[in-house]
Structures are given as structure tokens and as C-alpha cells.
């Protein structure tokens, strides 16, 4: 096994772990706003796997996908901040 | 094995890690605000060395003008994000206040109620 293989498992692994507890948390999360935060995060580990994959398989065609992701990620939770009124708690 | 797979390497894996703690982060901490502070340092610190990998493995002058505009979009848009979420999370009372050592805008928002509006 090559070492960018060894790499791969290993990353994997970790956006893994942290994917499930962002789920975990969009499930759990008290208020509207902490899933607002845990699907930003989501879609960010989103974002980082996918380039880790373009670096280790040497390849871009995804790269199209993580500028745009980059661009609009950041409409959705600004929509919930912005108008979320005072007794949207859950 | 050269050199730039070593260090595409450990740049993937510093990308993983920071990933990680913010996901055991945002389920660790108590409220909002915390939250926010696990949330996006990783993500910005995380793509970017996601990034450099790209064109660590890839170095031709149409990737690295992408990779570019992808961190700038990201660095543009992640402080907004962050600021309307804390600020709703104030508005709508999501702060726990008994943890908060000092509360600069309470100060502000009561000396704005005294000197009239």
C-alpha cells in the first residue's frame, strides 16, 4: 500500500468522524441556529473531502463543484440568521 | 515516494484533522457562541491547506488561479456568516450569559438606552 494510500484511509476516517457528529448535531441541536451552524460545518467537511480526493487521485474535474459550493454555501445559514424571528426556538 | 507526495500528505491529513475537532466541537461545547468558535477557524484553515495540495499534486496555472477564487469566496463569506449567526444568537437570547466573563455590548445597547435615541 502506497503512502497516499495510507493517507486516504486515515483522512477518511477522520472526515468521517467528524461528518457523523455534524449530523449527530443537526438531529440533536437544540436551537435552529446550532443546525443552521452543524450544516455549515457539514458542507464545509463536504468541500475539504472533496479536494483531498482531487489531490490524492491527482485530478481536477471537481474543482468546478468547490468554487461554486465556496460562492453559495453561505446563503442558506445567512437566510436562517437573518430571518429568524424571536420565537423560532427549535 | 517523492517529497511532494509527503507533503500533499500531510496536508490532507492536517485538512482531516482540523475537520474532525470541529465536528466533535460543535458537539462538545454549551452554546452558540462557543460553537461558532469551533465551527469556522477549521473550515477556513482546513481548505486552505486542502488547497495548497491541489496544487502541490497539480501545479499548472488554470488550477492555481481556481484554487484562488475558491479561498477568496471562503474567506469572504465565512466571517458574514458567522457574524449573522452570533448576532441572531444574541438577539434571540441562544448566549448562556453565566459563562460569559464580559458582556461589551450589553454595556453599549444600556448606555444607548440612557443618552436618549
Known amino acids: ?90 | 515516494m517523492s517529497a511532494a507526495e509527503i507533503a500533499t500528505g500531510l496536508l490532507i491529513l492536517v485538512s482531516a484533522f482540523l475537520s474532525m475537532a470541529a465536528g466533535i466541537g460543535i458537539v462538545r461545547f454549551p452554546d452558540v457562541l462557543t460553537r461558532l468558535h469551533a465551527a469556522t477557524k477549521p473550515q477556513v484553515l482546513g481548505l486552505a491547506s486542502v488547497l495548497v495540495a491541489i496544487v502541490v499534486q497539480v501545479p499548472t496555472w488554470g488550477v492555481l488561479t481556481t484554487v484562488v477564487l475558491v479561498m477568496t469566496f471562503q474567506l469572504l463569506t465565512q466571517p458574514m456568516t458567522a457574524h449573522m449567526l452570533g448576532r441572531a444568537a444574541y438577539r434571540s437570547d441562544h448566549v448562556r450569559r453565566d459563562l460569559l466573563i464580559e458582556d461589551d455590548l450589553d454595556h453599549d445597547i444600556a448606555e444607548h438606552d440612557q443618552t436618549g435615541r
Open chain 1, 1 to 90: 500500500m502506497t503512502f497516499l494510500g495510507v493517507v486516504a484511509v486515515l483522512a477518511g476516517l477522520m472526515f468521517g468522524i467528524g461528518a457523523i457528529a455534524a449530523v449527530y448535531h443537526i438531529i440533536r441541536g437544540p436551537s435552529i441556529l446550532d443546525r443552521a451552524l452543524a450544516t455549515d460545518v457539514l458542507l464545509a467537511i463536504a468541500i475539504c473531502s472533496l479536494g483531498a480526493e482531487m489531490a490524492i487521485n491527482r485530478h481536477t474535474d471537481t474543482l468546478v463543484v468547490m468554487l461554486v459550493l465556496a460562492m453559495f454555501a453561505v446563503v442558506g445559514s445567512i437566510s436562517i440568521a437573518r430571518f429568524m424571528a424571536r420565537q423560532d426556538v427549535s
